[in-house]
C-alpha cells in the first residue's frame, strides 16, 4: 500500500521562509510524477506544479511559476514544496499527490502576523 | 488557462442517480482521455474515484462511473447513499499545462 505522509502543520509570519514535506512508504515512487495542490477555505483545488519521473522535470503551473519550488529525492521517496517570503494569501491547506492516485493528508499552513 | 467549469451544487434523493457534467475545451477534456474524478468529503484529502475518464480505481464501488462527449466529461453516482454527500472534482491534462481542476461540485444528498 502506497503512503504519502506529510509535515505537519505550522503557523508563520510574513515574508519567513518555509519548506514542507511529503513522505512517501511503497515502491511507486520511481516511475510516478508527484503533484502539489492548494486548497483555500476548504474549497476549490488548484494544482500548483508536478516532478515528473526519469530526469525529474519539474513543471509548475502559471499562477505558481517563480512564487514556490518544488523538490524532492526518489531515492528516498521524499518531496518538498519550498517558499521563499511568505505571504498572508499562502494560507491554505496543501496536498502532495502521486500520480492522482494517492494523496498525502495534508500540511495546513497558516501565515499571519 | 481557467479551471473546468462543474455545476457549484446538485442533489439527489437516496437511491436515485445523479450526473455531474465538467466542461472544458478542445484543448484539455476535448484532446485527451485523461480526465479524472475526485471526491472529498470535509475536512479529509481528496479520494480519486475515476481515472482517464471511465476507469476505477481498486475499491471504488461500481456505483460510480464516468464518460465524456465532445469537450464535457460527466461522473455518474447511480443509487445515491447518505456518504455520498461531498465536494467533486473532476481533472484533465491539457496542452498549455500538465493539468487543470474543475471549479468543484457540492452534492447533497436529500
Known amino acids: 500500500e502506497v503512503q504519502l505522509v506529510q509535515s505537519g502543520a505550522v503557523l508563520k509570519k510574513p515574508g519567513e521562509s518555509l519548506k514542507i514535506s511529503c513522505q512517501g512508504s511503497?515502491?511507486?515512487?520511481?516511475?510516478?510524477?508527484i503533484g502539489w495542490v492548494r486548497q483555500k477555505s476548504g474549497r476549490g483545488l488548484d494544482w500548483m506544479g508536478f516532478?515528473?519521473?526519469?530526469?525529474?522535470?519539474?513543471i509548475y503551473t502559471p499562477s505558481f511559476q517563480g512564487q514556490v519550488t518544488i523538490s524532492g529525492d526518489r531515492s528516498v521517496s521524499v518531496f518538498y514544496l519550498q517558499w521563499r517570503s511568505l505571504k498572508a494569501s499562502d494560507t491554505a491547506m496543501y496536498y502532495c499527490v502521486r500520480g492522482g492516485f494517492d494523496w498525502g493528508q495534508g500540511t495546513l499552513v497558516t501565515v499571519s502576523s | 488557462q481557467s479551471a473546468l467549469t462543474q455545476p457549484a451544487s446538485v442533489s439527489g434523493s437516496p437511491g436515485q442517480s445523479i450526473t455531474i457534467s465538467c466542461s472544458g475545451t478542445n484543448s484539455d477534456v476535448g484532446a485527451f482521455d485523461y480526465v479524472s474524478w475526485y471526491q472529498q468529503h470535509p475536512g479529509k484529502a481528496p479520494k480519486l474515484i475515476i481515472y482517464?475518464?471511465?476507469n476505477r480505481p481498486s475499491g471504488i464501488s461500481n456505483r460510480f462511473s464516468g464518460s465524456k462527449s465532445g469537450n464535457t466529461a460527466f461522473l455518474t453516482i447511480s443509487g445515491l447513499q447518505a456518504d455520498d454527500e461531498a465536494d467533486y472534482y473532476c481533472d484533465s491534462y491539457t496542452r498549455s499545462r500538465p493539468r487543470v481542476f474543475g471549479t468543484g461540485t457540492g452534492l447533497t444528498v436529500l
Open positions: 511503497g515502491n511507486s515512487f520511481v516511475s510516478s510524477w
Open positions: 516532478m515528473y519521473p526519469g530526469d525529474s522535470e519539474i
Open positions: 482517464n475518464v471511465f
